[in-house]
């Protein structure tokens, strides 16, 4: 059975900096694409980062430079570093398991990705 459980939102002024950290259960990250994802209130689900088994990253245009995922195999944590936050950062955030590999655009599609933790809240206040 999988199972994703996020954790590290919290509430933060613009410019500072969290840490999200995905446990994973019943998928091995060395096999699959993992990839944070996001919502904000009446926005849709955005693909934010995705890495992918060999370590390839890809993210999305508006966190280029100021966000890095990570993942740590031994210990199957998926991670976000979030830097130079901003209040358009604020969003539920959502770690997620691809049941295969992804390329591309389809790292960062919700539709590939099979497997979904229930989330974990992020405010960025000016």
């Known amino acids: 059975q999988v199972r994703l459980v996020e954790s590290g939102g919290g509430s933060v002024q613009a410019g500072g900096s969290l840490r999200l950290s995905c446990a994973a259960s019943?998928?091995?990250?060395?096999?699959?694409?993992m990839g944070w994802f996001r919502q904000a209130p009446g926005k849709e689900r955005e693909g934010v980062a995705a890495?992918?088994?060999?370590?390839?990253?890809n993210y999305a245009d508006s966190v280029k430079g100021r966000f890095t995922i990570s993942k740590d195999n031994a210990k199957n944590t998926l991670y976000l570093q979030m830097n130079s936050l901003k209040t358009e950062d604020t969003a539920m955030y959502y770690c997620?398991?691809?049941?295969?590999?992804?390329?591309?655009?389809?790292?960062?599609?919700?539709?590939?990705?099979?497997?979904w933790g229930q989330g974990t809240q992020v405010a960025v206040s000016s």
């Open positions: 019943g998928v091995h990250q060395n096999t699959y694409c």
């Open positions: 997620a398991a691809a049941g295969a590999s992804l390329w591309g655009v389809h790292m960062l599609t919700s539709y590939y990705y099979n497997y």
């Open positions: 890495i992918d088994s060999d370590g390839r990253t």
